[in-house]
T-cell receptor
Framework: KAGVTQTPRYLIKTRGQQVTLSCSPI?????VSWYQQTPGQGLQFLFE???????NKGNFPGRFSGRQFSNSRSEMNVSTLELGDSALYLC????????????FGPGTRLLVL | EDQVTQSPEALRLQEGESSSLNCSYT??????LFWYRQDPGKGPEFLFT???AGEEKEKERLKATLTKKESFLHITAPKPEDSATYLC??????????FGKGTKLTVNP
């Protein structure tokens, strides 16, 4: 089976812009979660989607949003980018969600200038 | 608030020198404990899932154990290719996966 794929792999934006990241889960997986990874804070949970519905959300501002499509693919959007949003954004999928094992994609490296 | 602490932050071993990584947690209603390995610039790679105290799992040179308060990742006779950051994560009643900051392992030949 193909693993979790994320596009784009690298992205450079400037402050104030917005960005959309995409994630395709493992075939058959219906739960998709997003994480932000920075050197200082480590991996932090953003949100989880299952069957096109957001089931759980982390402690991030409303500038961070997401959605899931009927084919389980998911997108994450960050509006009004700030320098502190520079991070590795990771997507993970599982069959049905917690407490099942989540499998991670390679991530999207976002740099905000 | 759910918290996960990993120690040590960094560990340097000689090839063949066995050791253990620790992961302690304060999580309400533990539902699962996960170990991942992450290489620089890549996403975490799944290693083990443990669901109850006393459970153990092994894979090649790695063995994960779980108690009511902590988990250990034992590395037996490590090789240079085992060098990576090892992450543990707990899932509690909130159903959010809470990660530790990781242990960066370096194995010298």
């Amino acid at each position: 089976k193909a693993g979790v794929t994320q596009t784009p792999r690298y992205l450079i934006k400037t402050r104030g812009q917005q960005v959309t990241l995409s994630c395709s889960p493992i075939s058959g997986h219906r739960s998709v979660s997003w994480y932000q990874q920075t050197p200082g804070q480590g991996l932090q949970f953003l949100f989880e989607y299952f069957s096109e519905t957001q089931r759980n959300k982390g402690n991030f501002p409303g500038r961070f949003s997401g959605r899931q499509f009927s084919n389980s693919r998911s997108e994450m959007n960050v509006s009004t980018l700030e320098l502190g949003d520079s991070a590795l954004y990771l997507c993970a999928s599982s069959l049905r969600g917690p407490p099942e094992t989540q499998y991670f994609g390679p991530g999207t490296r976002l740099l905000v200038l | 608030e759910d918290q996960v602490t990993q120690s040590p932050e960094a560990l340097r071993l000689q090839e063949g020198e066995s050791s253990s990584l620790n992961c302690s947690y304060t999580v309400s209603g533990l539902r699962g404990l996960f170990w991942y390995r992450q290489d620089p610039g890549k996403g975490p790679e799944f290693l083990f899932t443990l669901y109850s105290a006393g459970e153990e799992k092994e894979k090649e040179r790695l063995k994960a154990t779980l108690t009511k308060k902590e988990s250990f990742l034992h590395i037996t006779a490590p090789k240079p290719e085992d060098s990576a950051t090892y992450l543990c994560a707990f899932q509690g009643g909130s159903e959010k996966l809470v990660f530790g900051k990781g242990t960066k392992l370096t194995v010298n030949p």
